[in-house]
Structure formats: C-alpha cells, structure tokens
C-alpha cells in the first residue's frame, strides 16, 4: 500500500502532465484533489470520502463570497472596459509624442505603454496583445529592425502582472494571509525599476546597433500638442489609482471602482468626443468578457481549494518543509532554487496557474527556512519577519513567473507577439527578448540582494 507522501507526489506529477496537455486549470485542480482524496481515502483509514464531498456545497460558497476576492472582477472589468475604450492607443500615441526624438523613442514609449497599460489590465498576456495591435504597426512603419520591434512589446506585455492593481498580487497575498494593499506598495519600486531597466535596454541596444532603429523623428507640432492632450487623462487614471493605493488613501476594492468609473466616464466622454470613444455596445462586450474571465479565475480559485485539501491530507507540504530544513542548505540558495522552479514551470503554466498550484508547497518551506511564524526579524534566516518576507517573497515569486513569459522554449508573451507580427520568425522574437531576459535576471539579482528596495514603500507608508 502507498503511504499518503507517495500517493501526493503521484497526483503532483499528473496534475502537471494534465496542464501540460492543456486541460483547463481549474478542471484539472478538481480532478486531481477529488482523484487523490479518493486514493487516499482507500490507503489510510482516517480519511472519510463521502464526508469529505460533502464540503463542496459551503466551500464553493467561501471562496465565491470572500470579500477580497470581489476587487477581482472589478480590476477585470477596469482592464476591458480600458481596450474598449481605446485608452491604450491613446497612452501609446502620448508616450510617442514625448519621446520620438530620441533614437529608439517609440520602442521607449512602447515598453513606457506597457507599464501603464498594465496598470490597468492587470494580466501579461493581455498587455502584450493589446499594445502588440497598438504599437507593432507603427514600429513596423516606421523601419525599426524586427527583432527590437517586437522584443520590446513581448518583454514590455510582462510588465501587466506585476505593476498593481494586480490579479496575480491579489490572488497571492489570499494564499499567504497577507495584506493585498501591502503587496501593491512593494511592486511600485520594483515595477519602476523594470520599465526604466527596459528603456535602458533599448537605449543602449540602439547606441551599440543604430541600425537597429530610424533616426528620430519629429511630430508635427498641432498633431504632437494634440497627442499629449489626450494623453494627461489617461496619466491623471493611472497616477490616482497607484498613487491612492501607494499612500494607503483607499483600500484594493474602493480603488478598483474609481477605475471602472473613471476609466469608463473618459471612454464616454472624453474619447467620445472624437467618435472613436466607448460605447454601449463596446460596455457590454466589456460586462460578457469580465464574467468569463472572472468565471474562469473562480473555477480556478476552487480548484486550488479542493486540490489543497488533498495535499494537507498527504502532509507533503510539510515533508518538503522538513527536508528544506535538514538539507544542510543555506536559505537562500533553497529559496534561488525556488525562483529558478518557477522560471522552469513559467515556460508551460499560466501564471496564476502557477501561484495557486507552487506558492503552497514553497511558502511554508520559506516559513521554516526563516525561523517560523513568530520569528523576528533580528533572529531570522534573511534578516526580515514573517510579514515582509511574505512582501518580498511575494514580489519575486511574480517577477520569475514574468521571466517563464519571455524564455525559451515556450514563452507564452512571445507566441502572442509572433502571432501578431506574422512576418517576424519566431526565433527572431526570441532573439530580439534576449537583452530584455538579461535585465530582468539583473533585476531579480538586486532584489534579492536589497530586499529594502521591495519593502521601501511598505515601511515608508506602514512606519
């Protein structure tokens, strides 16, 4: 007979070849939590099947009704309501006004784009599409190389998990019983620091290479006055929503309502004046696309649910966290082969996926690493408490899971970019990511070095 840690690395191992052969989330979450319980049920006397499915009908129900959870929809909502109100042509066109006259200014403001859009949108792979149909045109236009072109758009579309409001942020800090408004303050460092990181690229690509962008241009002056007007309202947007939730003036939900409102009165009103704006029709495609996603991201939700209760009953959480404990490591060596499974399994797995599916198995283990639940800071394995490491776990966890967007062999930013861009191989998008991969790995580095550099805007605004 199988004991109960073999039984969970078993259901481990077909839960991935599931995903692998991409069955939905969600669906493979249940089968594989209801398949093992079931085994397990059989293998050890203690555990009741019947009892145990009888729990479904209150559990689907705590997970639907968790309040944290309702800024979910809302942020989903503030995304589409954004693409169906143009805004993101808008921020591009802006952006371009402001910096075409450097050379690789408008790869620049594509990157700068991205990191607004995602402001708003919240998900990666949504970014890259949506600033893929805005901006590859008139990179294409005009004359920059292919592999910058669309390099810059692949790498800038990751910038939409992790700059908040984020999903992905909300989603993890209920996993780990933190603070989600918390977890928004420290990803605006980090954020900042990949959107400048990503210009400095550019720029120094197109220094060594110029061949590799035109040389600058210059807006008409009425068609440049009139770009920057349009672009203020959608900086005013964003400006309010991060800065709102950076200084703790509104909480995760209140802020996610200001979106929608006010993102949609621009679309209304201030894009509707030039007939390109939203409209009803553009609203309630906005409203059907929102319930789907957010449909999709509660199945998900309770898949992670019924898979984790199956997993507890394993105890292979806590085998792992033993093992991690008695291996003879050092912290963070285990915790940089942590980042490195999740760049791994980024190549393959949908990144909320990936959240719900590794951050139960690893946060306990980075719990024990560090000294336990009531450590403090001064006595701890990486010199913070429970509460920041949870922070900065947190925001590393997200950044690593945007690098398996952009690796070879299957970044799913890079598919999305080549579909676009159907004239550009797909090993030329690859190549054109390279300088991009190298600067996220450098970012990471730093973060993991400084952890202060996450947890500056925490502290700030919390002490």
């Not at 990486?382 to 490491?389: A, I, M, S, V």
Request: proline share 6%; glycine share 12%.
């Amino acid at each position: 007979m199988l004991d109960p840690i073999t039984i969970g690395v078993i259901g481990l191992i077909v839960l991935f070849g599931l995903l692998i052969l991409r069955m939905p989330v969600g669906i493979a979450m249940i089968l594989v939590g209801i398949g093992g319980t079931w085994v397990l049920s059989h293998a050890v006397s203690y555990i009741r099947f019947v009892p145990y499915l009888k729990q479904f009908k209150s559990l689907l129900w705590e997970n639907v009704a968790n309040y944290d959870l309702s800024v979910v929809p809302l942020f989903v909502l503030m995304g589409y309501i954004a693409a169906e109100a143009r805004l993101s042509s808008d921020l591009f066109k802006g952006l371009e006004a402001l910096m075409s006259r450097l050379r690789g200014g408008v790869a620049m403001a594509a990157v700068a784009a991205c990191g607004g859009f995602g402001a708003v949108c919240g998900s990666s792979l949504a970014t890259a599409a949506t600033m893929g149909k805005v901006a590859l045109p008139e990179l294409k236009k005009l004359g920059y190389a292919p592999s910058l072109a669309s390099g810059s758009l692949a790498a800038g579309g990751t910038l939409g998990i992790l700059i908040p409001p984020s999903v992905a942020l909300v989603i993890y800090a209920i996993i780990v019983e933190g603070s989600i408004l918390k977890m928004f303050q420290a990803a605006i460092v980090p954020g900042m620091i990949a959107v400048l990181g990503f210009i400095l690229v550019i720029a120094i690509q197109v220094r060594l290479n110029p061949s590799l962008a035109p040389d600058p241009t210059q807006m008409e002056p009425d068609e440049r006055r009139k770009a920057v007007r349009r672009l203020w309202p959608v900086i005013a947007i964003f400006g309010g929503i991060i800065l709102g939730l950076g200084f703790g003036l509104f909480t995760p939900t209140p802020a996610a309502s200001i979106g929608v409102f006010a993102i949609a009165a621009y679309g209304f009103i201030l894009r509707g004046l030039t007939g390109e704006g939203l409209n009803l029709a553009g609203l309630l495609r906005a409203i059907r696309a929102t319930a789907i996603t957010s449909g999709m991201i509660y199945l998900i939700l309770f898949g992670a649910e019924v898979l984790k209760g199956f997993f507890t009953r394993t105890n292979l959480p806590q085998a792992l966290s033993d093992w991690a404990a008695t291996s003879g490591m050092e912290p963070m060596t285990i915790l940089v082969i942590m980042l490195c499974i999740f760049i791994i399994l980024g190549c393959f797995m949908e990144s909320l996926a990936m959240i719900l599916v590794v951050v139960p198995f690893f946060w306990p283990t980075l719990i024990a690493l560090n000294g336990g639940e009531y450590v403090t800071a001064e006595t701890s394995a990486f010199g913070l408490d429970p509460e920041e490491l949870k922070i900065w776990f947190g925001i590393l966890a997200l950044i690593v899971v945007e690098l398996g967007l952009i690796t070879p062999p299957v970044g799913l930013n890079v598919f999305i970019i080549s579909s676009l861009a159907r004239d550009t191989p797909m090993s030329t998008v690859f190549r054109g990511v390279m300088p991009f991969l190298g600067a996220e790995i450098l970012r990471v580095g730093l973060l993991l070095l400084i952890p202060a550099l996450t947890l500056f805007v925490p502290r700030l605004i919390g002490g």
